[in-house]
């Protein structure tokens, strides 16, 4: 009856719909733009190259500044003479426990033979594993971004190198290889939509803090929905934390879309297919899903193998005088990407 009742306040108010993007914060785990040379890398036959010198010049202009690692010769601007080289990061930086996605992404300027043979390897490991080469053979001669998802590595520390090998000493007279701004990123968790004025106003004004769904009798702040764990469809250890709340029931919902409109003292901005994932009731003021005995959120709700975008809230009981006649709100809305 419930999941009926809020479905029939999306049929009711379909024509005011205020959609509400969400914007993805980004963490910054580390990052080298390689202007300070080399200092966090152990190196063997990588330097940093100026994009003014004769070989950057090939080069330039560079993705970002005036330096960048290089792997090849200083003065013949080829790798006939150092057949091999690594470039390892000295500290390996520790990725938060939590977040959407993990990446790490860097720029690099090839040219060498196609590393499919035993010959003119180029790999970026990660952790042990490759996770980029010139196998297929990337573009030649010019910059191109490598973006590689580390979303697996979230709470673990993170080994990257760059590792060349030319196998042979034949028809090693091309450039060699660059790399140019790295950085390891966590795309944190967002609210999609929140009853904080930034979107649909709040039915009697009470609009909350910012990423807070409306104010509610107990907290002008409004309900907050938050999300912890890694939404990974085969690995889920999401959890989703409401806060805020008064201490009553409460119940965290799943749905397909955003579809904000006025519902009780606040704001419900999920719609399409809603699945009720589980309700509980509130102790000091928070409470989580799921709790030890619930079923994962991937798999109450239904996230098929292949992942997928929901948007997620709760609704919960407020029964003192406040706002309108009706005894219930929604925290915000918080959106999760599920890789496969």
């Known amino acids: 009856m419930l999941v009926a009742s809020l479905r029939s306040f999306l049929r009711a108010a379909a024509a005011s719909l205020v959609l509400v993007s969400a914007a993805a914060a980004q963490t910054v785990v580390f990052a080298d733009d390689f202007e300070n040379g080399l200092g966090n890398w152990s190196a063997s036959n990588w330097h940093a190259e100026s994009s003014a010198s004769t070989c950057g010049a090939l080069a330039a202009p560079y993705p970002n500044g005036n330096e960048a690692a290089y792997f090849g010769s200083a003065t013949a601007c080829n790798y006939e003479a150092v057949t091999f080289g690594t470039l390892q990061l000295s500290s390996s930086p520790v990725l938060p426990p939590s977040g959407q996605r993990a990446v790490l992404r860097c720029w690099m300027f090839i040219q060498t033979e196609s590393g499919c043979a035993s010959w003119d390897t180029a790999a970026l490991w990660i952790n042990g594993l490759v996770a980029w080469s010139n196998c297929p053979q990337p573009p030649q001669n010019a910059w191109f971004q490598v973006e590689c998802d580390v979303t697996r590595y979230l709470g673990q520390a993170l080994a990257v190198s760059f590792a060349f090998s030319a196998g042979d000493g034949f028809d090693n007279g091309g450039f060699g290889w660059m790399v140019d ?31 807070h769904g409306c104010g509610n009798s107990l907290f002008p702040a409004g309900g907050l929905l938050a999300v ?113």
Do not use: M
């Open 181 to 211: 701004d790295l950085r390891i990123e966590v795309e944190d968790y967002t609210t999609s939509c929140a009853g904080d004025g930034s979107g649909l106003a709040c039915p009697c004004g009470n609009s909350g803090a910012p990423g």
């Open 228 to 340: 912890t764990g890694i939404a990974d469809r085969s690995a889920d250890t999401v959890v989703l934390h409401g806060s805020n709340l008064p201490n009553a029931s409460c119940t965290y919902f799943q749905g397909t879309t955003l579809a904000p409109v006025n519902a009780f003292d606040g704001i419900l901005c999920v719609g399409g297919t809603l699945i009720r994932l589980g309700s509980k009731v509130n102790v000091a003021n928070t409470s989580v899903y799921p709790a030890a005995g619930d079923a994962s959120v991937a798999v109450r709700g239904q996230v098929p193998a292949a992942g997928g975008t929901y948007e997620y809230t709760t609704r919960y009981r407020n029964a003192a005088s406040f706002c309108t006649p009706e005894t219930a709100n929604f925290t915000n809305a918080v959106r999760i990407t599920w890789s496969p």
